[in-house]
């Protein structure tokens, strides 16, 4: 398994921005497909964005599409989330996961696919 910490969040006013860091240790990082998933109080998690293992494909959730930015560093073993034009309705404990297929150009949207999890942190967005 791989250990996942995030990092970035907080509380912020809509219209701003936030950066969350997804540090990654254990088993190696470069070779799984990363994503984050979001999950607002009350709601079902949810997919958010998703990026291959080389960084060479990206996916997006709708509600995020042109707002968000997923990225990676394989040399630092870290995955990132540019959260720009923040909504109050983004609101929620954000998650960074890694897949369990290794070398795979797919990118799950489905949290059953992610065997590891971080913690968890909170972005708040105030209207």
């Known amino acids: 398994q791989v250990q996942l910490v995030e990092s970035g969040g907080g509380l912020v006013q809509a219209g701003g921005s936030l950066r969350l860091s997804c540090a990654a240790s254990g088993r190696t990082f470069s070779r799984y497909t990363t994503a984050w998933f979001r999950q607002a109080a009350g709601k079902e998690r949810e997919f958010v964005a998703g990026?291959?293992?080389?960084?060479?494909?990206?996916s997006y959730a709708n509600s995020v599409k042109g707002r968000f930015t997923i990225s990676r560093d394989n040399a630092r073993n870290t995955m990132y989330l540019q959260m720009n034009s923040l909504k109050p309705e983004d609101t929620a404990v954000y998650y960074c996961?890694?897949?369990?297929?290794?070398?795979?150009?797919?990118?799950?949207?489905?949290?059953?696919?992610?065997?590891?999890w971080g913690q968890g942190t909170q972005v708040t967005v105030s209207s």
């Open positions: 996961a890694a897949a369990g297929s290794q070398w795979s150009l797919a990118i799950p949207t489905t949290g059953q696919a992610y065997p590891s």
């Open positions: 990026i291959t293992f080389n960084g060479g494909g990206s």
